[in-house]
């Protein structure tokens, strides 16, 4: 550890949930030169200042001088706190088309959820999921504008975050293509001789 922070390169992935981020997950962590790949390890609500800590990243810190990483949706608000505790970090954003994205978290939260609008009244359940997501003032609407309001936003927050981090942006339809998965080893910094380019990943996002 030097001046505080973990001596590893980190690397994050993003994406709104249902896109494809256990399939990136999947891919990441079974490349030679990924010492750990977790999804959904550094999970904090999306409002407030969690307390973030060294304790957080133990995980990650048993690795020491490597490649780390952690892919999931409600990394986005956190990734300057987290990223204070590593050498460097780097984002991968996968992308979606936005309206099969929406047709899968409205298949996924069913009729009764609604993790984007601050329920003020009882039309929507609680699940505990809701304090992982963004609030939106469209709770009397239909949850399709919630969801397209969430889209819009969380990659605008993204293309925020370009300004400070070295971001490589995927498509989730091309995850599986050669192409794409080349491009995620030299962005990441791995051997491509090392890397496992046609290793199958699980596909939730297609839900």
């Given amino acids: 550890m030097l001046m505080g922070k973990f001596s590893n390169k980190l690397i994050l992935g993003l994406g709104t949930g249902r896109c494809g981020t256990v399939n990136l997950s999947d891919f990441l962590k079974q490349q030679p030169d990924m010492a750990i790949c977790t999804h959904e390890c550094l999970k904090w609500k999306w409002y407030g200042e969690p307390n973030i800590t060294e304790k957080n990243?133990?995980?990650?810190s048993k690795f020491e001088n490597s490649i780390v990483g952690d892919v999931g949706s409600f990394l986005l608000p956190h990734v300057e706190a987290i990223s204070n505790?590593?050498?460097e970090t780097k984002l991968i954003v996968v992308k979606r088309d936005k309206l099969k994205t929406i047709a899968s978290w409205m298949k996924w939260t069913?009729?009764?959820?609604n993790y984007w609008v601050p329920h003020k009244t009882r039309r929507w359940l609680n699940d505990g999921w809701d304090g992982m997501f963004p609030k939106f003032d469209l709770e009397l609407k239909p949850k399709k504008e919630a969801i397209e309001a969430y889209y819009n936003f969380y990659y605008e927050e993204c293309k925020k975050l370009e300004q400070k981090y070295d971001t490589l942006w995927i498509e989730t339809e091309k995850l599986e293509e050669k192409e794409t998965r080349i491009k995620i080893c030299n962005f990441c910094g791995f051997n491509l001789l090392n890397c496992k380019l046609d290793v199958k990943c699980r596909r939730n996002e297609s839900k």
């Fill in 110 to 113: 069913h009729k009764r959820h």
């Fill in 57 to 60: 990243f133990e995980k990650y």
């Fill in 85 to 87: 505790f590593f050498n």
